[in-house]
């Protein structure tokens, strides 16, 4: 089993539409989650971080939950612009950080 | 501002040939990485350095060498290429403790 899992896509949503993804993650002593963002060709840039208390950017929402070992990404309001690979990241301790496979994400006009 | 500088670009090997990406940062990060990305499976971690003078394995280390030369730099190196090397490579630096990686643009590596 992969250390960190993600559902690949592509999900294809219409403008405006509210979409989320989870990621789920094989080592409970993990330490600190991430969403980044890759756009075709390019490298990965952080989207935001994953906090216990769950927190909010704008329309990107991020959870964590450790009992079920997954964080997830809600993005509402969907715009054009937000057509991406989505990645989530996981430190396993000692600055081991892993990427999930990502999630393909296409906003339909 | 460079930030997280990688070379090369682009480069084509035969299968034998050895070759070293190279990585500096100008940030003053502890923590830098070595990535791959082929299509469908995401980055994965090759090699991690958490800090200078220290050098991890990470999922995929086989066939790889890494050089932590100093906290600017992390060299990556193939010693005889293979054509399963034929990948996206991307190196990554920073601070440790919860910073955000900043990554280099990104080498295009194709082995024949």
């Known amino acids: 089993r992969k250390e960190v899992e993600q559902d690949p896509g592509p999900f294809n949503v219409p403008e405006g539409a509210t979409v989320a993804f989870n990621c789920t993650y094989s080592?409970?002593?993990?330490?600190?989650f991430f969403w980044y963002r890759q756009d075709c060709r390019k490298e990965p840039k952080l989207l935001m971080s994953?906090?216990?208390s769950g927190n909010e950017d704008g329309r990107f929402t991020a959870q964590l939950n450790r009992a079920s070992q997954y964080i997830s990404l809600l993005i509402r309001d969907s715009k054009l612009s937000d057509s991406a690979t989505y990645l989530c990241?996981?430190?396993?301790?000692?600055?081991?950080?892993?990427f999930g496979t990502g999630t393909r994400l296409t906003i339909i006009p | 501002n460079a930030g997280v500088t990688q070379t090369p670009k682009f480069q084509v090997l035969k299968t034998g040939q050895s070759m070293t990406l190279q990585c500096a940062q100008d940030?003053?990060?502890?923590?830098m990485y070595w990535y791959r990305q082929d299509p469908g499976m995401g980055l994965r971690l090759i090699y991690y350095?958490?800090?200078?003078?220290?050098?991890d394995k990470g999922e995929v280390p086989n066939g790889y060498n890494v050089s932590r030369l100093n906290k600017r730099e992390f060299s990556l190196r193939l010693e005889s290429a293979a054509p399963s090397q034929t990948s996206v490579y991307f190196c990554?630096?920073?601070?440790?403790?919860?910073?955000?990686?900043?990554f280099g643009s990104g080498t295009q590596l194709s082995v024949l």
């Open positions: 990554a630096s920073r601070t440790g403790g919860g910073g955000k990686l900043f």
């Open positions: 080592n409970s002593a993990s330490q600190s």
């Open positions: 994953v906090y216990s």
């Open positions: 990241v996981v430190n396993f301790g000692n600055e081991k950080l892993t």
């Open positions: 940030m003053n990060h502890n923590s």
């Open positions: 350095s958490a800090s200078e003078g220290t050098t």
